[in-house]
């Protein structure tokens, strides 16, 4: 690690590459988690109508991501 002692700019680099390393991780961990909830009550409403319709984690996820882009709040200032 001395390399990156002697070059403050890599260390820089090195640095913001681990933190956003870590944010990503995070973010994509969280996405799960709440993706459970939405798969549950999908498969709770859906499920008895037509047990073709059951999602799964990843598919939950992917309704999330839509509903945010959907949904998600604006901030229309004008």
Same mark, same amino acid.
């Given at each position: 690690?001395s390399?990156?002692?002697?070059?403050?700019?890599?260390?820089?680099?090195?640095e913001?590459?681990?933190?956003l390393?870590?944010v990503?991780? +995070?973010? !994509? $961990?969280? #996405?799960?988690?709440?993706a459970?909830p939405?798969m549950?009550?999908?498969n709770f409403?859906?499920a008895?109508?037509n047990?073709a319709?059951?999602?799964?984690?990843?598919?939950a996820?992917? +309704?999330? !991501? $839509?509903? #945010?882009?959907?949904?998600?709040q604006?901030n229309?200032?004008k």
């Open positions: 690690m390399l990156l002692d002697d070059i403050p700019l890599l260390k820089r680099i090195v913001a590459a681990t933190t390393l870590i990503i991780v +995070l973010s !994509v $961990l969280v #996405g799960l988690i709440l459970f939405v549950w009550l999908w409403v859906f008895p109508i047990p319709m059951k999602i799964s984690v990843f598919q996820w992917a +309704l999330n !991501v $839509l509903a #945010g882009i959907l949904f998600g604006r229309g200032k």
